[in-house]
Antibody, heavy 119, light 108 residues
Framework: QVQLQESGPGLVKPSQTLSLTCTVS??????????WSWVRQFPGKGLEWLGY???????YYNPSLKRRVSISVDTSKNQFSMEMTSVTVADTAVYFC???????????WGQGAPVTVSS | ETVMTQSPATLSVSPGERATLSCRAS??????LAWYQQKPGQPPRLLIY???NRATDIPVRFSGSGSVTEFTLTISSVQSEDFAVYYC??????????FGQGTKVEVK
């Protein structure tokens, strides 16, 4: 069974860049038809999809984030990463990495990485 | 962007009772509608996809129905482990996807 684990700093200062990594075990990032995604959950519990990367390196991002997000993949380490630039307090959330199949269904999730944006 | 609206925000039910949760889409999502369950401290778990198909290992007491813009998740007889927050999600316009704001099922 595919398992995902997020890692990264839990505290980021406003205007800085948030960087998180997701390590995948029990499966390969090269699996055909699997997309590797980031989803965040705000303190009020709403969920927002941030984007995905395919093992080939192709990406798609949520247009609402205005190009602040980039996602990359390292198949040699079976990891994928997310960077969000120019963070504000509104970016405080729990960040999940997830495995996306069948064009938009999230079958496997990490446990989530809480991130607080504060000076 | 397709906006997903769930109702009610909170549903109070007694164990053994039937629970009916609603989800409305701002435009047609075809059959590309899923439901997730989330318990405290855990990530969401896929329950239903394609409006009415149960995901792996999901009990038969969970069922989904609806079409076009109006959808329902029914728990036929709520068990203690079912008290959680439930989210609907559309993937018709994938990518991106959008989620509803959630319905909390709590003990009455």
């Amino acid at each position: 069974q595919v398992q995902l684990q997020e890692s990264g700093p839990g505290l980021v200062k406003p205007s800085q860049t948030l960087s998180l990594t997701c390590t995948v075990s029990g499966g390969s990032l090269r699996s055909v038809g699997y997309y590797w995604s980031w989803v965040r959950q705000f303190p009020g519990k709403g969920l927002e999809w941030l984007g995905y990367v395919y093992y080939s390196g192709s990406t798609y991002y949520n247009p609402s984030l205005k190009r602040r997000v980039s996602i990359s993949v390292d198949t040699s380490k079976n990891q994928f990463s997310m960077e969000m630039t120019s963070v504000t307090v509104a970016d405080t959330a729990v960040y999940f990495c997830a495995n996306e199949q069948m064009g938009g269904l999230f079958n496997y999730w990490g446990q989530g990485a809480p991130v607080t944006v504060s000076s | 962007e397709t906006v997903m609206t769930q109702s009610p925000a909170t549903l109070s039910v007694s164990p053994g009772e039937r629970a009916t949760l609603s989800c409305r889409a701002s435009q047609s999502v075809g059959s590309n509608l899923a439901w997730y369950q989330q318990k405290p401290g855990q990530p969401p778990r896929l329950l239903i996809y394609g409006i009415s198909n149960r995901a792996t290992d999901i009990p038969v007491r969970f069922s989904g129905s609806g079409s076009v813009t109006e959808f329902t998740l029914t728990i036929s007889s709520v068990q203690s482990e079912d008290f959680a927050v439930y989210y609907c999600q559309q993937y018709y316009n994938w990518p991106p996807v959008t989620f509803g704001q959630g319905t909390k099922v709590e003990v009455k």
